[in-house]
Nanobody
């Protein structure tokens, strides 16, 4: 079983910054792609950023130039540095990880979510 635990959300003023973390633990042989998604009230969950095991990244157009995804493979942790935050960034942010187990299986797991609220 694989668990993802997010942290770092909170209330921030427009223009401010937050750093989200997501630690992955459990029966992990290899972590492949990791990603951050977000879901605002009344809207569908959307992809924010992805990072491969080799460090290649992709971003939603709405966050390019403001958000940075990074990972620490030694700690099985992925981060999302969010700068120049806007009210429209307000959402619950979810971590997602794809990988394989020591027993030959694969997983695609989600964290419980962390709330980010951007408001003055």
């Amino acid at each position: 079983q694989v668990q993802l635990v997010e942290s770092g959300g909170g209330l921030v003023q427009p223009g401010g910054s937050l750093r989200l973390s997501c630690a992955v633990s459990g029966s992990i042989f290899r972590l492949n792609n990791m990603a951050w998604y977000r879901q605002a009230p009344g809207k569908q969950r959307e992809l924010v950023a992805t990072i491969t095991s080799g460090g290649n990244t992709n971003y939603a157009d709405s966050v390019k130039g403001r958000f940075t995804i990074a990972r620490d493979n030694a700690k099985n942790t992925v981060y999302l540095q969010m700068n120049s935050l806007k009210p429209e960034d307000t959402a619950a942010y979810y971590c997602n990880a794809l990988g394989s187990t020591p027993f030959g299986g694969t997983f695609g797991s989600w964290g419980q979510g962390t709330q980010v609220t951007v408001s003055s």
